[in-house]
């Protein structure tokens, strides 16, 4: 499987204020995905990152509030924007080789807004 | 509407006791269906995937088996080391359309 890396690991950030995280994997990979995991809550898929292509969405998160690029097959952000209490949470990305095989996450980046 | 639903949410077990964890499922379109290990402050770690009724996976302790409307991680003679949360997840595919749905996980406490 691939080595995924999330920076950063955590942070705490001011309401208001936006934050870009960063998934590096090792290796190229077709599919990239960025989700939410909120304190002892299951995983919600924020969005598919599409390489050279905007985002696919899910129902219930838009660009304006978590824009996310993939410049390449190894490299994705997810930006956090305009940040309130209720984004305080746990973002990770994960990887898979196609839409419908096995996804390997990231670390997780915990994230504690005031 | 698609769900998933694990059971017991917590469980504690004494070293050496053996149990299972429960993941029921209800989708249209099952294409898999995968556990993870979930260690606090970490990503979830990938254990196995199962693809159809009467599937078994073994890793160590862990065995892994499906049926058509749930599957079952057994552990055998677990150790404190086991002691994580377990994560489910079905993937289904709708008019064209793949989705990943997690369940909210069982949270195991091994007790040496």
């Known amino acids: 499987s691939a080595v995924i890396s999330q920076k950063p690991s955590r942070d705490i950030c001011q309401r208001g204020t936006s934050l870009t995280i960063q998934c590096q994997v090792d290796?190229?990979?077709?599919?990239m995905f960025w989700y939410r995991q909120q304190p002892g809550q299951s995983l919600t898929l924020i969005a598919t990152a599409n390489q050279g292509s905007e985002a696919t969405y899910e129902s219930g998160f838009v660009i304006d509030k978590f824009p996310i690029s993939r410049p390449n097959l190894t490299f994705s952000t997810l930006t956090v924007s305009n940040m309130s209490p209720e984004d305080s949470s746990i973002y990770l990305c994960?990887?898979?080789?196609?839409?419908?095989?096995?996804?390997?996450f990231g670390p997780g980046t915990r994230l504690l807004v005031l | 509407e698609d769900q998933v639903t694990q059971s017991p949410e917590a469980l504690r077990l004494q070293e050496g006791e053996s149990s299972s964890l429960n993941c029921s499922y209800t989708?249209?379109?099952?294409?898999?269906l995968f556990w993870y290990r979930q260690d606090p402050g970490k990503g979830p770690e990938f254990l196995f995937t199962l693809y159809s009724a009467g599937e078994e996976k073994e890793k160590e302790r862990l065995k892994a088996t499906l049926t058509k409307k749930e599957s079952f991680l057994h552990i055998t003679a677990p150790k404190p080391e086991d002691s994580a949360t377990y994560l489910c997840?079905?993937?289904?595919?709708?008019?064209?359309?793949?989705?990943?749905?997690f369940g909210t996980g069982t949270r195991l406490k091994v007790l040496a």
């Open positions: 290796s190229q990979v077709t599919m």
């Open positions: 989708v249209s379109g099952l294409r898999g």
């Open positions: 994960s990887v898979g080789r196609a839409l419908q095989e096995t996804q390997y």
């Open positions: 997840a079905v993937q289904a595919v709708d008019s064209g359309t793949y989705k990943y749905i």
